[in-house]
């Protein structure tokens, strides 16, 4: 097998200068024969079919390269010699590589310079009219025929080679989609987390006399934070490693509406005051709810990081039909400065996430020096309940 793909390849290569040589080699023998077939000797006609025969041969050799021109050249070859082999292989090259005004051209020049040859002889010029067209027409339906079945194999070929490239293009937007969006996962997990361990130790740090109790309580929330942040990045980073996840059923944690009370519990505890008004019906779908929780989540996380210790609201009204309205307010903040330097894929990576939706989002300081982050999600039955592809941009 090997052998045969090796002969294969080194025949790719030389073909067609092996091609060029057997119809060179083949035209002079016709030549030869012609010049040769008087019998009484080499008249001076002779002679000179010979000598055009062997010019009009020789210059097949460019007839890939040069095709009106060896065509040309034949054509007056069987005009003033009667040679009609070189002409006849010209215009078989010549309708492989060109079936247009060119060929048309040539192809009644050469039933012409037939028909011509002829008249020397008159019943010779009646043959020559009724067969010309078969003889002259046969070279050139075989060379259309070829030349129409290779430029039908080069489509395809060059179809399928696009459909390969498409296909990987397609792949690798797909990873690349893939990445974005557990990148985006990865950081609405643990942004959020790791804000309220700064958040813990910055009240230790601020309040270094605090008694024991509160020493204790507040490290016990560092480690439970700590190993909450742990546990969903080993998850997420399975995930990535398995390359298993579709459309994001893997990831983990998948929160839902009802894990609001215990998200905003969560920045009670390290120090935070959030109010909490309204809720969302138990039916919500989930993509509409995992989309307000990371809305509040992403919101409450740069409270604890811009403003810290900023007195914030959150409100969530919704209904079916009417869709779902989230906002998050907090006062100016007392302290300047941030605990934790911005990701990169906060806020803007969050209205990618909304707009996905069919939602909107926006987000601004309010009138006493505060900011506030406000959005609008669709709630229709016949949306594809699932979970956005996301591109990793920045932050506030």
């Known amino acids: 097998m090997r052998r045969l793909r090796e002969w294969y390849a080194w025949w790719a290569r030389y073909a067609p200068r092996l091609r060029d040589i057997l119809y060179v080699g083949f035209s002079l023998l016709s030549i030869v024969a012609q010049a040769a077939s008087g019998g009484g000797g080499w008249s001076p006609k002779d002679w000179y079919v010979l000598g055009a025969g062997i010019v009009a041969s020789g210059a097949l050799f460019w007839r ?9 050249v034949a ?9 009609f082999v070189p002409m006849g292989l010209a215009l078989l090259t010549l309708s492989i590589r060109r079936r247009d005004y060119a060929l048309a051209i040539l192809g009644l020049a050469a039933y012409a ?18 067969t010309g067209p078969f003889i002259v027409g046969t070279w050139i339906a075989v060379g259309a025929y070829v030349g129409a079945r290779r430029d039908l194999m080069a489509s395809l070929r060059d179809r399928a080679e696009r459909a390969e490239a498409e296909r990987e293009l397609r792949s ?3 990873r690349l989609g893939e990445r974005a969006r557990i990148a985006q996962e990865m950081h ?60 994001g059923a893997d990831l983990a944690p998948i929160p839902k509406a009802s894990d609001l009370e215990r998200l905003i519990t969560a920045s009670r505890d ?65 302290a300047a400065g941030s605990l934790l330097p911005g990701a990169g894929a906060g806020l803007v990576g969050l209205r990618e996430r909304v707009q996905l939706t069919g939602g909107r989002l926006s987000t601004g300081p309010t009138p006493d020096g505060g900011w506030r982050v406000e959005a609008w999600i669709p709630w229709d039955d016949h949306r594809q309940d699932s979970e956005p592809v996301l591109v990793d941009e920045g932050e506030r």
């Open 64 to 72: 890939r390269r040069f095709p009106v021109t060896v065509t040309v």
């Open 172 to 174: 690798e937007q797909a």
């Open 188 to 247: 609405d997990v643990l942004a959020h987390k790791v804000s309220l361990i700064a958040l813990h130790a910055g009240g230790l740090e601020v309040n270094p006399t605090v008694g024991p109790d509160k020493v204790e309580g507040s490290a016990r929330l560092i480690r439970e934070t700590a190993r909450q942040a742990m546990e969903d990045l080993r998850e997420v980073l399975g995930v990535l490693r398995s390359d298993v996840s579709v459309a």
């Open 75 to 83: 054509v007056f070859a069987m005009l003033t010699g009667g040679i």
């Open 113 to 130: 310079a037939y028909i011509l040859n002829g008249l020397g002889n008159n019943n010779q010029v009646w043959v020559s009219v009724f």
């Open 270 to 334: 390290a120090g935070v005051t959030v109010g909490y008004a309204g809720a969302l019906p138990d039916d919500v779908p989930v993509l509409v709810g995992r989309t307000v929780y990371r809305i509040v989540q992403e919101s409450l996380t740069n409270v604890h990081k811009h403003a810290r210790g900023a007195a914030t609201e959150v409100e969530v009204h919704g209904a079916r039909g009417a869709g779902v309205t989230v906002r998050v307010t907090n006062v100016r903040p007392v």
